[in-house]
């Protein structure tokens, strides 16, 4: 039987980290993926002459060449900093309500902030000083707001933290509604809620802050060949220090003994032992499928109690023969709503009937390799959990996709209107896809849903089995740049743990 | 002081957390759903079929179809007219696989009909029409594919250009259109070299009598002395004469590779965009060699060495995609569509140099990485890869 000291499960963004990390940080590492290529969500296929990006629209935290941001430091840690090319994109979106909205805001601070006070004059100074709260809610979640934690005293959290002490449990409804009175404005300044998939009313306010503050003054990026590209590089630089990856392997369980991890036993019976295991699926099938516990610890189920299952998504990949001039398209990335009322758009994506609210990202727009030449590579997306589809006979099911990607593309033509006319690819994915390829419960793409009774502060790490460490969105933020970061933070711990293991061994 | 207690002070923090214990009070720890991915997903996707042979059905001298059923009887997994199943076979001790497309129709999932027709020099096809029998069983793969009517844009006006055994899921497509009564218009040109080894004949042309939204136009390229229906090769005077007004057709054509790209040559000639055409994929290609980009000097006859890392190596000669000989040599990698679009069969190449035909749908960081797809790569030099 072949030892290990770490073996990673899933190689979805934050098991890709974890695994270079372990690796590069000098620990044996075997990475285990059931699919055919890493990635999870961060990954792409071919229809003909188009590679399609499964899921990332815009790459957040990484900073320009001259005002790097995290996520350029964690890259160049993890040795793929110079394996993959970064596409930056001007805008942050275009939101358009037809009849009522059509504004796009750029991809700058300052440039935001006119663009808005030029819009809604009247509320020009409240603006000012929301754009000031969103900064510093972000940094000092980010930087001062751990140093607090680690200090545990009031008297640094006030000062190190006062914006985040006046507004870090908030939701966004409640911060939008004390500083505007135009509720244009709000849905303005709210639109990135759509990605997440929790309405303004549910949405923790940091969340929005951080996301508008750090597309806008660390700009959105895409990466050439996708996030597949970032994924594959990844691999590339783990085996490159010594890391073993098998692909089309499942892992069927995690072995404990004496109430302690020991190895993994994967699909067709074969046993790795090993001293830690990561587990970047699901901790739901993680604690109750994979563990050999007939029940998981006491503390892990009263923490499940307490989630409730996060949105899947339903996507239609396009791949049109015009270019996004000729679609119309003016900037990457669009968001549509049928409605100016976010709960609305929110409950309706617990349904099969038309979706109120979508996106259109046209991933040429910024990076003409994204396509072929004269044609176009778009996606359209709207959220939707995946529950509706449980219901839906197995014979019913291609019947129901069609007719729910008709009602979605009903929703795009609105604004763009002639992309059903040139297609020449064409992919849907339900909930369903979701769930088979991502490997989780209700297909979900950011874990648990991420309202502020999800949030990490409110919960101890989910390590109540030692040498077991789940990693990934459903431990912390969903997304790219959280999965990335909280593979990363797990290795950490890790090497910690196996180093004290070492010196007892010694 | 407590961490709790520390972060109390932050707006909201003590309702989050109010709200945070009221839903663990009414929820659950999820394990009512515990399996339900699995058999969800097993439902639409199964990763592998058990199936059994229960009839095989003579169809013309040279092909025969093999009814598949599930060994327990179950239903078999829903599929969408065009799609086909990668059979796993065992042959004199060689594990492989050949993706067939399916036959029958959609509107009943007790059987699949795989329609088999002798390749020359085939390996497989030739095991499965002389040594198969009733009762045989055999594991594949689930539905899958993309050549099939897309009702997002493929519209309602479809001419579906078979050559041989392409009638196989030109008939699943046909027979779902009958069967759900729907009003697209279907028009078959099917293209056969004998008039004696027309696939499903009888049943086309009985069908074209009964269903108006339904022509066919039965073309022999050898004919007998004395034939009197359309002959030879397809040309541009010939397929403008059955179709008429190109329009929006949408247009699907199977069948071998020379038939398959002289088709798409005549419809772009007669003015069809190419985002109105489908190919069905056709496996690796005989002479890659004749693709740009081969390097000069090599010859498919040339002898290679093959090594897997960590498990050993094999001679094998450039012309034999590497899947197959991998599997051969007593290897294998997990397959599908052995025709370079899954990426199942994905492998990496730690050294030397292989040729990637334009058959293989390889993404951008694959070709970044070395990352080939073995169903269609040919090794052009001694060639190390991990699997
Ligand atoms: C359509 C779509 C659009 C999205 N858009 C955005 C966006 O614009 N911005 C953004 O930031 N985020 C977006 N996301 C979400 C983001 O991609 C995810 O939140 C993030 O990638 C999740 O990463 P993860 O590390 O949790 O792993 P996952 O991606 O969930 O991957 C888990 C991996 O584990 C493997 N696995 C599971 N079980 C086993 C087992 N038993 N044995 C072996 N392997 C196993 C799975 O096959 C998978 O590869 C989107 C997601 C989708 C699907
Ligand atoms: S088996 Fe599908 S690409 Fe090789």
Known sequence: MKHYDAVVIGAGNAGLTAATALQRGGSRTLLL?????????????????????????????????????????????????????????????????????????????????NLLQGMFPAESEAIERFLLVCEKVSLEGFMTLPKARKANSDAALQSLCPYYVQYGFRSARDVLDEFFSDAKLKNVLATYWLYLGVPPSMLPFPDLAVMLYAYAVFKPWHIKGGSQ????????????????VRFNCGVEKILTEDGRVCAVRLEGGERVSCDAVVSNASPLITFNELLDLERPPLAIQQDFKSRRMGTSAFVIYLGLDCTPQE?????????????????????????????????????????????????????????????????????????????????????IEKVYPKVRQYIEEVEVATPLTMMRYLNTPGGAIYGFQQSAQDSALLRERLDGVPG???????????????TYMAGESTARAVLKQLKVKEVEHV | MSEQNLLNSIAGFREAWQAKEALERSGTDFHEIKGEVASTVVQLHPKRLELEVAEVIDETAST????????????????????????????????TARPYAISSSPSQ????????????????????????????????????????????????????????????????????????????????????????????DDEFRELANRHENFTLSEVISRPPTGYWGYTGRLTEELLQRLLGDIGNKMFYICGPTPFNDNCVELLTRLGVKRRRIRVEANGAPKAPNEQTGWPEGVSLDDEVTVTVRGRGSFRSRVGEPLLNALERNGYGTENACRSGECSLCRVKLVSGAVFNPQEAHLRKSDRDFGWIYSCVAFPTGDIEIQL
Request: charged share 20%; with cysteine; hydrophobic share 40%.
């Open chain 2, 64 to 95: 025969r179809t093999l009814r598949l059923v599930a060994t327990d009887h179950s239903l078999l997994p829903p599929f969408q007219a065009g799609q086909y199943i990668n059979l796993f076979v065992e042959i004199d001790g060689v594990a």
């Open chain 1, 327 to 411: 679609l119309g398209v003016t900037a990457a990335s669009s968001f549509i709503y049928e409605t100016l009322d976010e709960e609305q758009i929110h409950d309706r994506m617990g349904t099969l009937q038309t979706p109120l609210g979508g996106m259109l990202t046209c991933y040429n727009f910024e990076d003409p390799s994204a396509a072929p030449p004269g044609k176009s590579q778009v996606m359209l997306v709207c959220l939707q959990y995946g529950d509706v589809w449980k219901s839906v006979a197995p014979e019913d099911y291609a019947r129901t996709k069609y007719d729910f990607a008709e009602k979605l593309i009903a929703l």
């Open chain 1, 229 to 244: 590209a970032m994924s594959t590089a990844l691999v590339e630089s783990f085996l490159e220090a010594g890391g073993e």
């Open chain 2, 109 to 200: 999932r007790v059987y699949y009909d795989l329609t088999v027709k002798r390749a020359q020099g085939g390996f497989v096809s030739n095991y499965l029409l002389d040594r198969v029998a009733a009762g045989q069983r055999f594991l594949s793969s689930g539905p899958m594919g993309t050549f099939h009517h897309n009702p997002l844009y493929h519209g309602d006006d479809l001419v579906f250009l078979a050559g041989g055994s392409g009638g196989a899921p030109a008939r699943s497509i046909l027979l779902d259109i009958l069967d759900r009564g729907l009003s697209h218009r279907f028009h078959l040109v099917y293209v056969n070299s004998y008039i004696d080894d027309v696939i499903f």
């Open chain 1, 33 to 113: 993926e059931r699919h055919n290529i890493p990635g999870g969500c961060a990954t792409s296929f071919v229809r003909g002459d188009f590679e399609f990006e499964v899921a990332l629209h815009q790459l957040s935290g990484l900073g320009t060449k001259d005002k790097p941001f995290v996520m350029r430091q964690l890259f160049d840690k993890l040795g793929v900093l110079d394996k993959v090319e970064f596409v930056q994109e001007h805008d942050l979106y275009r939101l358009v309500v037809p009849g009522e909205l059509d504004v796009t805001l750029p991809a700058s601070w300052t440039g935001l902030r």
């Open chain 1, 468 to 482: 077991l460490y789940i990693a990934g969105s459903w431990t912390s933020m969903g997304g790219f740049q959280p």
